[in-house]
């Protein structure tokens, strides 16, 4: 069976989502958001990563290729 890589994201609050998951990764990893951010905009290119939306109510569902 195919894992399910849907997510439903409120896209009011994603934008500091993203950056507060920079910021705890770079903790992590030793690094800094900055570079994970340029990291993640490294691996998005890559993978030729997609996410397509659908709206549900108040929220959005996202599917993800990756």
């Known amino acids: 069976m195919a894992e399910d ?3 439903r994201l409120d ?5 500091t989502k993203y950056i507060a998951l920079c910021e705890f990764t ?4 030793d690094s800094s958001a900055k570079e994970v951010d340029k ?4 691996f ?3 993978t030729q990563f997609e996410a397509s939306e659908t ?3 108040d929220k959005e569902e996202v599917k993800l290729n990756g």
């Open 5 to 7: 890589k849907t997510l």
């Open 11 to 15: 896209l009011e609050i994603l934008p």
């Open 26 to 29: 770079a903790q992590l990893i």
């Open 39 to 42: 990291q993640v905009e490294l």
């Open 44 to 46: 998005l290119f890559l």
């Open 55 to 57: 709206s549900l109510d």
